[in-house]
């Protein structure tokens, strides 16, 4: 269960968090099992003894222990190949997950033997066995989720369990047994095995890594750019000698929240990231009380740590879910800025006409919102956009889609959905009331006014929205953001680490007991 639900974590940066992530987990470490059940049992009928016992746990552990060194080429081939949704994350976990549960499923079935030969009682062993490792599971469910991942990253996590599977079995292991482990670890852990290591970013120098309970969250500075990545993708970026700008131009339509409504009071975010249009409207609109509501508070953190979040009686921060936060919300907004979407994941709660309903509600007579969204206006990557454009529809009178790049349409790029409580928002004079200059120039020319028959996408609801099918197409095409000369493309694989001495020692401990546990000839 520890290596189950770490290893979403590796795969989350380049596949994201889908439910095909997480049925590939589950379908490949159940299939895993099931092989290892039938060919442990036959094992044990053939030598049972508990040294063979120890090197399959040792096997198992090794494998476990050799996964973030092999994971960067792994994902980085499986991704190279382009594949759909659902393929790609599955032949990932298979090459990844499927090596090491294969001989920890041998186990039971192998110890299960032992024990009856020892009490002459197969049921009540095979019970034993079986009860014991369900607690196990549940434990390491629990001690996985609770400490390890939000204490350590997942890195360690993962070596960690493989080093102690490998410790264990090791005691009731040959001498050559133990030196090969006790070489392994040399390598990794201490400084020799240290100096090829480093982490980096495309293009940029990682200041933060940390594992939260939501996402793979990381800092990468390039030149005087700060970016947040969260899960492999940038989801903020700051400039280092002005704060308060806006980087990455979507951002900067978020100021048709305002325009639309000039007389706005109150705004709120769903979705804080690097707060930087928070910081932007606290600045340029000083009558405006400015609430966030962002789900992960290691995000917040990290924001007050590096992204200069201000201490502003005007600003209020929620860490909540945002669908939760406006169910106990009673103040009214003038502007929602809802920036709560990935490229690999959306949040379908936040998507249907229920949420829009609930949302609309909390908005004043004239309240607008500003949505981002990550798609493209034609073509099979368009779907995503105009199913959510209908759903939208169904409760907002007034819209307009804009785009946020000088992309072609059929790219995947950042879009943005204006919705208006009141039709009598008027795009001819918000264009007067921007105080961007840049945003100013593009609105009229970046509006999007090829509607296309709506008949053929789904309303989104709380009973039916797949968004995991729609995303598949974004997810098979991805695309990095030039801004101003700095790339901000995903960084290179986070968990990257694969020394040459490391990647060698892992390669002959696979040998060499790969080789003594099906032939016992080494």
Not at 170 to 175: D, E, F, I, M, S
Request: hydrophobic share 45%; with cysteine.
């Amino acid at each position: 269960m520890c290596l189950e639900l770490a290893a979403s974590r590796i795969l989350a940066p380049v596949f994201g968090n889908s439910v095909f992530v997480w049925g590939s987990l589950i379908g490949v470490v159940l299939t895993s099992l099931s092989v290892g059940y039938w060919l442990g049992g036959r094992l044990a009928d053939r030598s049972p003894s508990f040294r063979t016992l120890a090197a399959i746990v040792f096997t198992g552990g090794l494998l476990t222990f050799s996964i973030p060194y092999l994971s960067p080429n792994v994902l980085e081939a499986v991704a190279g190949l382009r594949l759909d949704e659902k393929t790609g994350p599955l032949l990932a976990t298979l090459l990844l997950i499927a090596p090491p549960t294969f001989p920890l499923g041998m186990v039971s079935p192998y110890a299960v033997k032992l024990l009856s030969l020892a009490r002459s009682r197969v049921g009540a062993s095979a019970g034993d066995i079986y009860s014991l490792s369900t607690v196990g599971s549940i434990l390491g469910t629990f001690l996985t989720v609770f400490v390890l991942i939000p204490y350590l990253d997942i890195r360690t996590v993962i070596v960690g369990s493989g080093a102690l599977l490998m410790v264990v079995s090791a005691v009731y292991l040959p001498k050559t047994a133990k030196a090969l482990a006790a070489i392994l670890f040399i390598v990794v852990f201490t400084p020799a095995g240290y100096v090829a290591y480093s982490v980096t970013a495309t293009g940029g120098e990682v200041v933060y890594l940390k594992e939260t309970m939501y996402n793979s969250l990381a800092v990468v500075r390039q030149e005087d750019v700060l970016t947040l990545y969260l899960n492999g993708l940038p989801h903020s970026a700051m400039s280092l000698q002005d704060p308060y700008n806006l980087i990455f131009p979507y951002t900067r339509f978020f100021e048709l929240g305002p325009a639309l409504n000039p007389a706005s009071k109150r705004t709120l975010f769903i979705g804080g990231g690097g707060f930087s249009g928070p910081k932007y409207f606290l600045k340029n609109y000083p009558d405006v009380i400015v609430d966030v509501v962002e789900l992960d508070p290691d995000v917040v953190e990290t924001a007050k740590k590096f992204f200069r979040l201000p201490d502003d009686r005007r600003l209020r921060v929620f860490v909540e879910d945002g669908r939760k936060y406006l169910q106990r919300a009673n103040v009214s907004y003038d502007v929602v800025v809802l920036d709560a979407y990935a490229k690999t994941y959306v949040p379908f709660h936040l998507m249907t006409v229920e949420f829009y309903s609930l949302l609309k509600s909390r908005m004043s007579e004239d309240g607008v919102l500003v949505a981002n969204l990550i798609a493209s206006l034609t073509g099979d990557t368009s779907e995503i956009l105009w199913s959510e454009y209908k759903t939208v529809g169904q409760v907002f009178p007034k819209q307009y889609v804009f785009k946020a790049s000088e992309y072609p349409s059929s790219m995947v790029q950042n879009l943005i959905l204006v919705a208006c409580v009141s039709t009598s928002c008027d795009l001819e004079e918000a264009v007067n009331r921007v105080r961007d200059k840049w945003l100013a120039e593009r609105i009229k020319p970046n509006l999007w006014t090829v509607i296309p028959d709506l008949g053929e996408f789904p309303t989104l609801t709380d009973n039916y929205a797949p968004v995991e099918r729609m995303v598949n197409p974004v997810t098979g095409k991805p695309y990095s953001i030039r801004l101003e000369g700095y790339d901000v493309s995903p960084p290179a694989l986070f968990y990257a680490g694969s020394n040459a001495f490391s990647v060698i020692g892992v390669i002959i401990a696979l040998v060499v007991w790969f080789l003594k546990l099906f032939w016992g000839n080494v």
